[in-house]
């Protein structure tokens, strides 16, 4: 059987295999150390699956959550999705606006935050977020194994952006905001 990344040749290829990758239909996928993904996020897999297809490549997403962790803690999660588009098209303007329209928060990751974004605390403390400016090589690590074609497109097009709901914990606004975008 053939490589469906080692074939992609553009970002619209990339989002149709990452959509086979969170349907199963795909066994891997590039810069991921799992075979799926986390359970907490199976319920937004037709979501993501659909933006994929729909032409926002989603590469890291969470539900918002918020209640006692396995450790006893509070944990408190934001929504959000980081992925990539093709920004010469309509879609970036699409969703932006969607996700604007929605209250939600955007970082495009050559744009990083005056002040940290914290997506996910433990007892009021941050565990993770966005706080500097993305790596210059993460395209190189995060899409090793992709066609070559579809690696220069990336490269050359391809904007990188997160989009996050604001309230912790809330989990009914996000997704179908950018479900709307890319009908």
Avoid at 29 to 51: C, N, Q, S, V
Avoid at 133 to 152: K, S, T, V, Y
Wanted: hydrophobic share 35%; charged share 25%; proline share 9%.
């Amino acid at each position: 059987m053939a490589n469906p990344w080692r074939s992609t040749q553009t970002i619209g290829d990339l989002g149709q295999a990452m959509a086979d990758w969170l349907e199963a239909r795909i066994p891997a996928r590039p810069g991921y150390f799992d075979t799926r993904p986390d359970t907490e996020t199976d319920h937004l897999i037709p979501t993501l699956a659909r933006l994929c297809r729909g032409g926002y490549v989603t590469v890291d997403s969470q539900p918002g959550l918020e209640g006692p962790g396995h450790d006893g803690a509070h944990w408190r999660q934001k929504a959000y999705v980081e992925g990539y588009l093709d920004g010469r098209g309509p879609l970036l303007r699409q969703i932006l606006r969607a996700a604007e329209g929605a209250g939600m928060g955007t970082i495009r990751a050559n744009r990083p935050p005056a002040t940290p974004v914290p997506f996910t605390d433990r007892d009021g403390q941050p565990t993770s977020g966005i706080t500097t400016r993305f790596p210059r090589n993460q395209l190189a690590r995060e899409w090793d194994g992709i066609g070559r074609r579809a690696f220069r497109d990336l490269r050359a097009h391809g904007v990188h952006l997160v989009i996050y709901d604001p309230v912790w914990g809330r989990n009914d606004r996000l997704w179908p905001a950018l479900t709307g975008a890319v009908r």
